[in-house]
C-alpha cells in the first residue's frame, strides 16, 4: 500500500500545522478549510476506511478527537464544533472537526484560503488551549 498524504505527514515527509499528537494519533489543520481552525484528526496507522479500524482504536481516536474538539472550541469562535468523516478524499481514516456558525460552514465546496501566519495565528492559540 503506497503511503498516504497523512502517513507522510505522520512522518515527518510533509510539513503540518501540529496541533496535538500522541503515540495512536495526530491532529492538525486542515490545509483545504472550509472555516478558520478546521481540524484532521488521523490514526497513526494507516487504514483507508474509518469503519474498518479495529474497535479500540475507532474508540481511541473519537476520544483524542473529543479533546481536540474542546481546544477547538475555545480557542475558535464559533457556536459549536461540527464532526464529519466523508473518507473519499484520501485512503487514510480521519475525523474532520469544523467550528461552525452556521450550516455553510459544513460545506466542503466552499474552500477557504489563509496565510501561513494566519495558520500559525489559529495553530497556537488552539495549542494554549489544549489539554490532552
Known amino acids: ?18 496541533i496535538a499528537e500522541d503515540d495512536r494519533y495526530l491532529a492538525f489543520l ?45 480557542a475558535v469562535p464559533c457556536k459549536r464544533i461540527g464532526v ?6 484520501v485512503p487514510h481514516a480521519h475525523v474532520h472537526l469544523i467550528p461552525l456558525n452556521n450550516m455553510q460552514d459544513m460545506n466542503f465546496a466552499n474552500k477557504k484560503q489563509f496565510t501561513k501566519e494566519e495558520f500559525e495565528d489559529t495553530l497556537e492559540k488552539i495549542k494554549a488551549a489544549y489539554n490532552g
Open 1 to 18: 500500500m503506497e503511503a498516504s498524504i497523512f502517513t507522510k505527514i505522520v512522518n515527518g515527509e510533509i510539513p503540518a500545522y501540529k
Open 84 to 89: 464529519a468523516v466523508v473518507g473519499l478524499e
Open 30 to 74: 486542515d490545509v483545504f478549510p472550509t472555516t478558520k481552525g478546521h481540524t484532521l484528526v488521523i490514526p497513526k496507522q494507516q487504514v483507508d476506511y474509518i469503519f474498518d479500524l479495529e474497535d479500540e482504536l475507532y474508540i481511541g481516536l473519537m476520544a483524542f478527537a473529543k479533546n481536540v474538539a474542546a481546544a477547538v472550541e475555545k
